[in-house]
């Protein structure tokens, strides 16, 4: 198939980016590494009659560290994080995740803020980022605000981002003290998007007890989900098999809301929820002793 017929900008700076979204209004969309966009195009699932292409936006494609904060531009390709060592000693937890984005040839051209912009239910980052308590940065003409991750995906494909804005920049804040972080997804085959998968960010103190958990699940509801049921057993109680079975449980009864297709039941899925929520957790209680 090819793409219904569009006007195409490629402008160099932010600011012009941000004036053609704003003259062209919701005819333009944004194209970041085109890995979900052009195939929509291709299949007329999307038809933007403007093309504005952020590739020569160089300002929006860094990885910058300081004051313990990481902070990604929009632009950046999943493979420079996923290979960043800034990254993988700050946040460990998106390296572990990204292999799991499709192939490398997907990740070299896929960007971090085109992954998050698009929201699929299945993707990986928004559970990362969501686990990482992460600030998005959404910028328009009128400036920027931050919007924390958890609050960033409203829905199906849909996100908290206007028209006329752009996704500029993820902040990771610092990793905390005591902390450790899991990632694991099942899929039918390595790269495919996942029948379910977890993210995990947990915190201790020098007693051991958990004080803080951050869990979040994909590909079982309509967008990446915060399992606050789970996180709420784990808190102020010493992790032990046991009370992570009850939190993984918690998770996959109440916290999560999957939907049955062609690939996997939503019985199914609530059974891979609660046994890679259980891993998860498992691995990352670990890490954080
Ligand atoms: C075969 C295949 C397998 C894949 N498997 C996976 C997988 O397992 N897991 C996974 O997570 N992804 C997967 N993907 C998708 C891939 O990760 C995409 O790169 C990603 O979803 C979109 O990023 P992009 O930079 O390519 O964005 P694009 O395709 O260019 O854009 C996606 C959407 O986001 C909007 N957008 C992009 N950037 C911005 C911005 N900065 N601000 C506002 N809006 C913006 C665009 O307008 C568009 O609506 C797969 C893709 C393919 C082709």
Same mark, same amino acid.
């Given at each position: 198939?090819?793409?219904?017929?569009?006007?195409?900008?490629?402008?160099?700076?932010?600011?012009?980016?941000?004036?053609?979204?704003?003259?062209?209004?919701?005819?333009?969309?944004?194209?970041?590494?085109?890995?979900?966009?052009? #195939? $929509?195009?291709?299949? &007329?699932?999307?038809?933007?009659?403007? @093309?504005?292409?952020?590739?020569?936006?160089? +300002? !929006?494609?860094?990885?910058?560290?300081?004051?313990?904060?990481?902070?990604?531009?929009?632009?950046?390709?999943?493979?420079?994080?996923?290979?960043?060592?800034?990254?993988?000693?700050?946040?460990?937890?998106?390296?572990?995740?990204?292999?799991?984005?499709?192939? #490398? $040839?997907?990740?070299? &051209?896929?960007?971090?803020?085109?992954? @998050?912009?698009?929201?699929?239910p299945a993707? +990986? !980052?928004?559970?990362?980022?969501?686990?990482?308590?992460?600030?998005?940065?959404?910028?328009?003409?009128?400036?920027?605000?931050?919007?924390?991750?958890?609050?960033?995906?409203?829905?199906?494909?849909?996100?908290?981002?206007?028209?006329?804005?752009?996704?500029?920049?993820?902040?990771?804040?610092?990793?905390?003290?005591?902390?450790?972080?899991?990632?694991?997804e099942i899929s039918r085959?390595?790269?495919?998007f996942a029948l379910a998968g977890v993210?995990?960010?947990?915190?201790?103190?020098?007693?051991?007890?958990?004080?803080?958990?951050?869990?979040?699940l994909l590909s079982v509801g309509d967008?990446?989900l915060?399992?606050?049921?789970?996180?709420?057993?784990?808190?102020?109680?010493?992790?032990?098999?046991?009370?992570?079975?009850?939190?993984a449980?918690?998770a996959a009864a109440?916290d999560i809301d999957p939907s049955s297709d062609i690939h996997a039941s939503a019985r199914y899925r609530r059974q891979l929820a609660n046994v890679l929520t259980?891993?998860?957790?498992?691995?990352?209680?670990?890490?954080?002793?």
């Amino acid at each position: 198939m090819k793409p219904a017929p569009f006007e195409y900008f490629r402008p160099r700076t932010l600011d012009e980016a941000l004036s053609l979204l704003a003259e062209h209004g919701g005819d333009a969309k944004p194209l970041a590494g085109g890995q979900s966009l052009i #195939p $929509a195009m291709n299949f &007329r699932l999307a038809t933007p009659a403007v @093309l504005v292409d952020l590739n020569g936006v160089g +300002e !929006l494609d860094y990885i910058r560290h300081s004051a313990g904060e990481i902070r990604i531009g929009g632009m950046t390709r999943q493979r420079h994080a996923e290979r960043s060592a800034v990254v993988s000693d700050q946040a460990p937890l998106i390296g572990e995740a990204m292999p799991h984005i499709a192939h #490398p $040839a997907i990740r070299n &051209r896929g960007t971090v803020g085109g992954s @998050l912009a698009h929201a699929d239910p299945a993707a +990986e !980052l928004p559970a990362v980022m969501m686990a990482l308590n992460a600030r998005l940065a959404v910028t328009g003409k009128e400036g920027t605000r931050e919007v924390a991750a958890h609050e960033f995906f409203t829905g199906l494909f849909s996100t908290s981002i206007l028209p006329g804005e752009l996704l500029t920049e993820i902040v990771i804040p610092a990793r905390p003290a005591r902390s450790g972080y899991a990632f694991e997804e099942i899929s039918r085959r390595h790269g495919d998007f996942a029948l379910a998968g977890v993210a995990a960010v947990v915190q201790v103190n020098g007693d051991g007890v958990c004080t803080g958990a951050r869990i979040a699940l994909l590909s079982v509801g309509d967008r990446a989900l915060l399992a606050e049921r789970a996180a709420a057993v784990l808190t102020g109680q010493r992790p032990s098999s046991e009370l992570i079975r009850a939190a993984a449980a918690a998770a996959a009864a109440s916290d999560i809301d999957p939907s049955s297709d062609i690939h996997a039941s939503a019985r199914y899925r609530r059974q891979l929820a609660n046994v890679l929520t259980r891993r998860v957790l498992t691995r990352a209680f670990e890490r954080a002793q």
